[in-house]
Each structure stands twice: as structure tokens, then as C-alpha cells.
């Protein structure tokens, strides 16, 4: 043993088992307090390591218990009997072996143990060094190679966090690839701490200032409290941020951005972005009668809103059914033409139009002028074996899918279906609520109203990735995305939290090459759209969530998901994070569900949370190598997420305004 670390005892070892060691303290220490070379260490914190040497490396060990027993009083020693003697008591450390560490300053830390120390062999405290090796943050920045006479240039490998609260004004840092290059949960208790968190872990990465700051990030943050827009408003100049927020009136003009380094924009969402099961989950279509009909609707509205000639025959065929269809019901002539003419101004061909068919359709005294002119020309155009359309995601009006809804309905019935119509009522009238309802004003956008780069789904996408496209290459245009749902209800935020999630997820699943962009979205409040159970609302958003958690480290798409109920999180998405930041968590369900997601955790671990204060969380995953607790690291600027402060409001004077700018009454 090296004389530093003679001179860094602190005990013997007295008791070794496979799972558990005994520590005695040297005779004459006070409250376990050990004065050390360098320092005077206190070692009685639980959770803390200790270090023992055995063949060439050191056992490393984590306190879980501390004992003390008074040593035998002798009857000269005028010891009362109610007394204890604290120097010349005994004092014992309970530990358990976590891993090994090589003596040599530059070897790695390894989990488990292969080699137990002996009876009474030392015990000694851990230095900051050993901590570094333990966690694996060692060299917290790394020189980049530069081109000559451009100086020197670092990045960094860790990122500080907070403070240990276990090891004095030591910095606890997670590893940059292991935390971001993964999912990570962030969860507590209401009033924890958990935004803050996010907003802290965010504005230390964007401290480094010099020429490699973080320019290739690229945190979306879908902000369902508006919070996090003022948290990242003194970010450096260098770090481009954009603001989206989600209102009833897409058209409205977006709010004034609040720095030169910020862009704003009110979010819309075309509908003909949306994938064919999300319409189907959006209206609720039931799988055996609506969905069949819902996507007949869907390739009818596309296919009447192109161009295509080739199309021509299929667009006679689908029409002339319809309208045969129409002619040949229970209605009354001048109803069937009403009708018929109402389509054909929707829906319309060269060949099929008000004025080819409407001089076939006059009507005198309650009949038809001539009743078989109209059926003999519409019979013309039907054509034997046509396939009907396919949803192409080609741009429509929201309107022209309710009619192309009617066109569906009047094909099935044409072929023999006549109840169609009564089946899918429910889904129609789900339709037309959607058309009506101010919160889904953002999916009902003009295609004749956008640029024609906004029609293309991959420069929509790549706008909320920060991504611009210059000379046929693309360049980050923003590292940091605030996505505001503050007003929108939940069935809102499940439609455009689980479609944004989709198309991104398809964007960096084609991107060649692969993993090129990491894209790191942040899920506040995630329980509200990752349920493990799905709610009543328009679509169940945890479908394309748990797919990204299980394939989209693959294409460099990681969940940070926060939430203050993680038992109702999606268990598939739980599972599948390989980081955990654990605020003060109460309920009995929740840390129940934490356990069974991380069997690797001791229950020593999990007897800590419920006791954690505010602003203190506990760590572990891949990032750390060992849980740890620590005190985040302050955040500034705050996100809106402060307490009331109830005294000052209800305590003041008459003439003082109210927190909403009225005067009080």
C-alpha cells in the first residue's frame, strides 16, 4: 500500500461476506470524522464509498449503515451509566461491494467483484480522482484537432449537473453520449423541481461559448405548460432558438420574438400530412365498417384534387357510380337532381360536369323530362375491375374530405350496401365537429394559402428540426425548438404531439446517412400523451411513442420524458430509458412502477426518494455508473413554473392590484 494511502485509513476491515462488508473504525475518531491528508472527511454518509486494496486494485464499496458501540466501562472511569464514551466507542461502517477499481491512475472501473479484501485489511475514504474513475467523467473535455495556427479547441466528454450532496463540493456529471445518446426520465413529484431540471441540464450544455459550442444539437421541446420559452430567453448569441405556439386562429399573427436569436411562428398542421391510422384514430372509425370507408374518403379527396389525366377513366367510374346510384334511390326527381348537381360542384371531369349533365336532369311536373337520358349517358363511363385510389398524402381542403365522405358513402351504396350510411353516421358527425371546432383550426389549412415549399413535407419537417437546406446542403438553423401547447386541450396535444413525433420519426428513418442528426425531444407533462392506458381522446399518441422508444436510437430520435405520475406512463416507453433523474416521489403506485422498471436498483436506493428535498434528485442509468444523489445545479433563467406565493397575494394593501392586473375589490 502507497503511503498516501496509509495516510488516508480509516479502519479495518472486521466482517466479510459475499454481499456485505463490516468496517471498524480507527480507535479516538469523533462523530466519524477522519482527518485526512488533504482534507477532513466525514464518512458517515450514507451512500457514500469507501475503498479497500486488495491485489493490485481497490474494492470499491457503498455505505448503506453506520453503528456505534460503547466500548466496556471500567469502574475507575467514573462513567455514568446513562453515558457513552463517543472517542472511545466503537464505530462501524456497513458496506456493499459495487465494483472494482485498478490502482493505476488510467484504468476503468469495472461492476462487480472478483477479488474480496481480507480481514482486517485497510479501509479508506475515496478521493475526488477515484470518483471521476468511478463514474467515468474523468476528462470532462477533450482537445479537437484543429487546422495549424488555429489554436486550440476542446468539447466536451461530461457535462456537469449539480453538486454531489454525498461527497463535498464534488460536481456530478453524466457522460454527453451516454445522457443524450439515450432515453432519459425525468420524474417527481409536483413542485420538485423536475422543470427546472430540464431547463438547467439544457442551459449548461449551451455554456461553451467558443467555436465548437453545440451548433449541431437539437432539442424540441413540446412545452404543454408554457414554461420553457422564458427559461432558455438568455441562452448565448450563438444558439439559435425557435418559438412555435399553438393558437386558435392559425392565421394570427405570431408573437414578436424577444431576441435577434429567436424566430416565433403560430404551429399549423396540414391534415394531408396525416397518416391514414391517424385519421382513422382521430374520428374514431370503427375497423370492420368506417375505417373502410374512411379510407375510400381519404384517396377520393386526393384523387379529385390532382391533375393526373391518367386518372380520368377512375375519376368517370367513381362519379357516373355515384350519381346511377342517386338516380336509382327512393327520392323525388327534383331532390335526385339537386343532389347530383351539389356533387358535380365539388366534384367534377371534363366529361362529368353541371353542364354535360345538368341539360339530362330537367324536370317538369314532378318527373323527368326525359328519365332515361341521364342513366344512359352515366352508363358510358362505368368501368369493369377498377381499383379505387390510395391515400397519397396529396394536398386537400379539410371541406373537401366531408364531401368526398358523402362521394365514399354513395359508392358503397351504388354496390349494394344501403345501411352504409346509417354505420358510419357517428364517424360523420365526428367529421364535421373537427371542421367546427376552434382547437382544431391548426389541422384545417388551405393548400391554396401555403408557399410552395410548405407543401413539401420534408422542408415542414425539417423547419422543426432547425434544419435549412442551402446549395444542396443542410445546415443547422436552430438548436433549440419550443413547441407552446399552453392553450390546447389534451385531445389536441395527443393529435399534434403523436403526428409531429411520426413525421420526424420518418424523417431521420430515411435520412441517409442514418444517425447523422440526433434529435433530442423533451416531453413535459408526459403522462398526458404516453398513457399506459389509452384515454378518450381523439388519438392513443403513445402508439408512435413507443415505437420511438424502441427503434429511434437507431435513427438518433431520444425521448427525454417528464412527468409527475410515472405509473401512468407507458410502460413500454418507461423501459426503455436508460437514464433516470428521480425527484421526491410519494405516492406508493409510483415508486412501486419505478422498481419494477429498474430491477437493478437497490431498495436502499428507492428508500431515498420520498425523502428527497426540493431541487435534490437521484441519478442512475448509463450515464453514472452508480446512483448518486445531488443537488441540481441552479437554473437561470427560471421556466414559468414558480409557486404562488400565497401570502403576498392574499395579504396586501387596498389599493395593491391583483396578480392579474385588476384592482382588488
Known amino acids: 500500500m502507497s503511503t498516501d494511502d496509509q495516510r488516508r485509513a480509516i479502519g479495518k476491515v472486521v466482517s466479510v461476506a459475499a454481499d456485505r462488508f463490516t468496517v471498524e473504525l480507527h480507535g479516538g475518531t469523533s462523530n466519524f470524522t477522519v482527518v485526512g491528508f488533504d482534507d477532513i472527511h466525514y464518512v458517515a454518509r450514507l451512500g457514500s464509498f469507501v475503498v479497500m486494496p486488495t491485489q493490485g486494485e481497490y474494492v470499491i464499496a457503498e455505505v448503506v449503515g453506520l453503528r456505534e458501540r460503547d466500548a466496556s466501562p471500567s469502574k475507575d472511569s467514573g462513567q455514568s451509566e446513562g453515558g457513552m464514551d463517543k472517542a472511545s466507542s466503537a464505530k462501524f461502517?456497513?458496506?456493499?461491494?459495487?465494483?472494482?477499481?485498478?490502482?493505476?491512475?488510467?484504468?476503468?472501473?469495472?461492476?462487480?467483484?472478483?477479488?474480496?479484501?481480507?480481514?482486517?485489511?485497510?479501509?479508506?475514504?475515496?478521493l475526488d480522482a477515484e470518483l471521476d474513475r468511478i463514474f467515468e467523467v474523468r476528462d470532462a473535455t477533450e482537445v479537437v484537432p484543429t487546422?495549424?495556427?488555429?489554436?486550440?479547441?476542446?468539447?466536451?466528454?461530461?457535462?456537469?449537473?449539480?453538486?454531489?450532496?454525498?461527497?463535498?463540493?464534488?460536481?456530478?456529471k453524466v457522460r454527453i453520449d451516454s445522457f443524450f445518446g439515450g432515453h432519459v426520465a425525468i420524474l417527481g413529484?409536483?413542485?420538485?423541481?423536475?422543470?427546472?431540471?430540464?431547463?438547467?441540464?439544457?442551459?449548461?450544455?449551451?455554456?461553451?461559448?467558443?467555436?465548437?459550442?453545440?451548433?449541431?444539437?437539437?432539442?424540441?421541446?413540446?412545452?404543454?405548460?408554457?414554461?420553457?420559452?422564458?427559461?432558455?430567453?438568455?441562452?448565448?448569441?450563438?444558439?439559435?432558438?425557435?418559438?412555435?405556439?399553438?393558437?386558435?386562429?392559425?392565421?394570427?399573427?405570431?408573437?414578436?420574438?424577444?431576441?435577434?436569436?429567436?424566430?416565433?411562428?403560430?404551429?399549423?398542421?396540414?391534415?394531408?400530412?396525416?397518416?391514414?391510422?391517424?385519421?382513422?384514430?382521430?374520428?374514431?372509425?370503427?375497423?370492420?365498417?368506417?375505417?373502410?370507408?374512411?379510407?375510400?374518403?381519404?384517396?377520393?379527396?386526393?384523387?379529385?384534387?390532382?391533375?393526373?389525366?391518367?386518372?380520368?377513366?377512375?375519376?368517370?367510374?367513381?362519379?357516373?357510380s355515384c350519381f346511377i346510384s342517386v338516380?336509382?334511390?327512393?327520392?323525388?326527381?327534383?331532390?335526385?337532381?339537386?343532389?347530383?348537381?351539389?356533387?358535380?360542384?365539388?366534384?367534377?371531369?371534363?366529361?362529368?360536369?353541371?353542364?354535360?349533365?345538368?341539360?339530362?336532369?330537367?324536370?317538369?311536373?314532378?318527373?323527368?323530362?326525359?328519365?332515361t337520358a341521364a342513366l344512359t349517358y352515366l352508363s358510358d363511363f362505368l368501368s369493369d375491375n377498377v381499383d379505387l385510389p390510395a391515400y397519397a398524402n396529396a394536398p386537400f381542403r379539410f371541406r373537401d374530405l366531408e364531401k368526398a365522405m358523402d362521394l365514399a358513402l354513395l359508392y358503397e351504396e351504388a354496390h349494394g350496401n344501403r345501411q352504409i350510411r346509417d354505420y358510419c353516421a357517428q364517424m360523420v358527425t365526428r367529421?364535421?365537429?373537427?371542421?367546427?371546432?376552434?382547437?382544431?383550426?391548426?389541422?384545417?389549412?388551405?393548400?391554396?394559402?401555403?408557399?410552395?415549399?410548405?407543401?413539401?413535407?420534408?422542408?415542414?419537417?425539417?423547419?422543426?428540426?432547425?434544419?435549412?437546406?442551402?446549395?444542396?446542403?443542410?445546415?443547422?438553423a436552430a438548436q433549440v425548438m419550443v413547441f407552446d401547447m399552453n392553450e390546447a386541450p389534451d385531445e389536441v396535444v395527443e393529435v399534434a404531439s403523436a403526428v409531429m413525433a411520426r413525421l420526424i420519426f420518418e424523417r431521420l428513418r430515411k435520412a441517409d446517412p442514418r444517425n447523422a442528426l440526433p434529435v433530442n425531444m423533451i416531453l413535459e407533462e408526459a403522462h398526458r400523451y404516453i398513457a399506459e392506458r389509452p384515454g378518450l381522446h381523439a388519438i392513443d399518441s403513445s402508439r408512435v411513442f413507443q415505437r420511438i422508444a424502441k427503434e429511434g436510437r437507431k435513427y438518433g430520435l431520444f425521448l427525454t420524458v417528464a412527468s409527475q405520475r410515472p405509473s401512468e406512463l407507458s410502460k413500454t416507453v418507461l423501459s426503455q430509458c436508460s437514464n433516470f433523474v428521480v425527484h421526491r416521489i410519494q405516492n406508493p403506485d409510483d415508486l412501486v412502477h419505478i422498481r419494477q422498471m429498474t430491477p437493478f436498483i437497490s431498495d436502499a436506493v428507492m428508500k431515498r426518494l420520498p425523502s428527497l428535498p426540493k431541487q435534490h434528485a437521484l441519478i442512475f442509468g448509463n450515464s453514472v455508473n452508480l446512483p448518486t444523489t445531488f443537488k441540481v445545479r441552479d437554473v437561470y433563467p427560471r421556466p414559468k413554473s414558480d409557486d404562488a406565493d400565497i401570502r403576498a397575494l392574499w395579504f396586501h394593501g387596498p389599493d395593491q392590484a391583483s396578480g392579474f392586473g385588476h384592482p382588488t375589490t
Not at 95 to 116: A, K
Not at 218 to 247: H, M, Q, W
Not at 467 to 472: P, S, T
Request: neutral net charge.
Open 431 to 476: 367529421l364535421k365537429w373537427i371542421g367546427n371546432r376552434e382547437e382544431f383550426a391548426f389541422l384545417r389549412v388551405d393548400p391554396d394559402k401555403l408557399a410552395p415549399e410548405e407543401r413539401d413535407i420534408g422542408t415542414f419537417v425539417d423547419g422543426y428540426l432547425g434544419i435549412r437546406k442551402k446549395e444542396g446542403r443542410y445546415y443547422k
Open 147 to 172: 487546422p495549424p495556427g488555429d489554436g486550440i479547441a476542446t468539447r466536451y466528454n461530461a457535462l456537469t449537473i449539480g453538486t454531489s450532496v454525498v461527497f463535498k463540493d464534488y460536481s456530478v
Open 189 to 320: 413529484n409536483t413542485g420538485s423541481g423536475k422543470s427546472c431540471t430540464v431547463a438547467t441540464i439544457v442551459q449548461s450544455l449551451f455554456e461553451k461559448k467558443d467555436e465548437y459550442f453545440a451548433r449541431g444539437a437539437c432539442f424540441l421541446i413540446l412545452d404543454v405548460n408554457g414554461e420553457y420559452r422564458k427559461a432558455f430567453a438568455e441562452l448565448p448569441a450563438s444558439i439559435s432558438r425557435r418559438y412555435v405556439t399553438l393558437l386558435g386562429d392559425p392565421t394570427s399573427a405570431p408573437p414578436p420574438p424577444r431576441s435577434g436569436s429567436e424566430s416565433t411562428a403560430v404551429f399549423r398542421l396540414p391534415h394531408w400530412y396525416m397518416a391514414v391510422e391517424e385519421w382513422e384514430l382521430l374520428l374514431r372509425a370503427s375497423e370492420r365498417t368506417q375505417q373502410p370507408v374512411l379510407r375510400t374518403a381519404l384517396g377520393l379527396s386526393s384523387l379529385f384534387s390532382g391533375s393526373d389525366g391518367s386518372l380520368a377513366l377512375l375519376r368517370n367510374h367513381i362519379l357516373a
Open 327 to 371: 338516380l336509382q334511390g327512393e327520392a323525388g326527381p327534383s331532390a335526385k337532381a339537386d343532389r347530383i348537381i351539389a356533387l358535380l360542384s365539388s366534384f367534377n371531369t371534363s366529361e362529368l360536369n353541371i353542364e354535360k349533365i345538368g341539360p339530362r336532369l330537367k324536370v317538369n311536373f314532378g318527373g323527368f323530362v326525359d328519365p
Open 93 to 126: 461502517l456497513d458496506l456493499v461491494p459495487v465494483g472494482m477499481l485498478p490502482q493505476e491512475s488510467d484504468g476503468p472501473f469495472r461492476f462487480g467483484v472478483s477479488v474480496f479484501p481480507s480481514l482486517y485489511a485497510d479501509a479508506l475514504y475515496v
